[in-house]
């Protein structure tokens, strides 16, 4: 009930493209959904967060979607540069009083081409 | 100012030696957090301190591995009789506050240890 599934493993599009990881969660008490980026070498960085209230959040060219009903979310990144190279985690917690450490995902390892 | 920092940033040692990995969180976040990234996973929980409270060790993987923040503030990992499977990148990371939707998480770059 803890796990969070994440797909693909790795993604490869073309600058410009528009590429979607999607993440799945069975946990019902989950209520927070962010997004880390990692650069290699470096620690995840927060990219951006939503919760179940809404369906839709954008912050620049990074958006997530949220299907409460179907128990998952993704993120898109419009108009990906080769800058947008990275590891995407995707993650979730409960807000209840018990454990609240985030559950990751395992990762999508992008690759935008120039 | 300034983030996360943790060290050493690579950590070389041989099976069955122990080894302590240090975490300086960002200064007044009260949360801290231990992940451990094995090659091509996601981060696993190991475990969370949250102020004065009782810290949450439901992720560490067996009794060779341990936690202490002190004064509130520095945390170390042990690992003690280290095997080849403990070779990972170990992640601390800091919050405001005990998780939540306006307080993220703030990772350090990592200790990269590896168990020969």
């Known amino acids: 009930q803890q796990q969070v599934k994440q797909s693909p493993q790795s993604l490869i599009v073309q600058k410009g493209g528009i590429p979607i990881i999607n993440c799945a969660y069975e946990?019902?008490?989950?209520?927070?959904f962010p997004w880390y980026q990692q650069f290699p070498g470096k620690g995840p960085a927060l990219l951006i967060a939503?919760?179940?209230?809404?369906s839709e959040k954008k912050e620049g060219r990074f958006t997530i979607s949220f299907n409460k009903s179907a128990k998952q979310f993704s993120l898109h990144i419009m108009d990906s540069q080769p800058g947008d190279s990275a590891t995407y985690f995707c993650?979730?917690?409960?807000?209840?009083?018990?454990?609240?450490?985030?559950?990751f995902g395992s990762g999508t390892r992008l690759q935008v081409q120039p | 100012g300034a983030g996360v920092s943790q060290s050493p940033s690579n950590k070389v040692t041989e099976k069955g030696k122990d080894v302590e990995l240090r975490c300086d969180p960002i200064?007044?976040?009260?949360?801290l957090y231990w992940y451990r990234q094995s090659l091509g996973q996601g981060l696993e929980f190991l475990i969370y301190?949250?102020?004065?409270?009782?810290?949450?060790k439901s992720g560490l993987p067996s009794d060779r591995f341990s936690a202490e923040r002190t004064g509130g503030s520095v945390s170390t990992l042990t690992i003690q009789r280290t095997q080849q499977e403990d070779s990972a990148v170990y992640l601390c990371?800091?919050?405001?506050?005990?998780?939540?939707?306006?307080?993220?998480?703030?990772f350090g770059n990592g200790t990269r240890l590896t168990v020969t």
């Open positions: 990371a800091s919050s405001p506050r005990l998780g939540s939707y306006n307080s993220p998480l703030h």
């Open positions: 946990n019902t008490a989950f209520d927070y």
């Open positions: 939503i919760r179940p209230d809404v």
């Open positions: 993650a979730a917690s409960p807000f209840d009083t018990g454990r609240r450490a985030l559950t």
């Open positions: 200064s007044g976040h009260t949360a």
């Open positions: 301190f949250q102020g004065n409270s009782a810290p949450d």
